[in-house]
Structures are given as C-alpha cells and as structure tokens.
C-alpha cells in the first residue's frame, strides 16, 4: 500500500540571493530545522529538509507565522514561489 504524503503551505518566498543561495520567507505557519518542504512555482519544484534557518541573522531551531526568514535552498526559486511542509 503506498500512503501519498499531503502537504500545508507555510510560507512565501519574498526575495532570493543567488549568490548565497538563501531565500527569504513570510512564514504562515510554524517551520522546524528537519522539516521536510517542498518549494513550488511556475518554473520552480524543489523538495529539501529545512537544515539552516535565520531571522535578523542569528540561527533559529522554529519560525511561526509573522516571522521573515533567511532560508538556505537547494537550488534557485523564485519571489512569489509557495512554500509548503510536507506532511507524513
């Protein structure tokens, strides 16, 4: 039997700096280091585990909804590319 995973927007990429490779993320909805995302767009579809986080650049283990933060991706995304936690 193969159970599909479900998934819960949590955030929206608001910024992204290539050189870096971070992106920047309204939250709305709580984030955890070792949360599995998924990130999608019109061009973008990346799924990674939350490894780094940041808010005003001091590392943070959760994010809840309100916060913006600096998030290190696996690959380019894009301003307006939705966010979402995978759920198990």
């Known amino acids: 039997m193969i159970i599909m995973a479900s998934e819960e927007p949590v ?4 910024h992204y700096y290539s050189n870096i490779g971070v992106a920047i993320i ?3 909805a709580v984030i ?8 999608k767009g019109s061009s973008t ?6 490894r780094s986080m940041q808010i005003q650049h ?7 909804e309100g916060d913006e933060i600096g998030l290190k ?16």
Request: aromatic fraction near 2%.
């Open 32 to 39: 955890r280091n070792g949360d599995h995302i998924r990130i």
């Open 73 to 88: 991706v696996d690959g380019k995304v894009r301003k307006g590319d939705i966010v979402y936690k995978i759920l198990q």
């Open 58 to 64: 001091i590392n943070v283990e959760e994010a809840n």
């Open 11 to 14: 955030g929206k990429v608001t």
């Open 45 to 50: 579809d990346i799924t990674q585990v939350v």
């Open 26 to 28: 309204a939250v709305s």
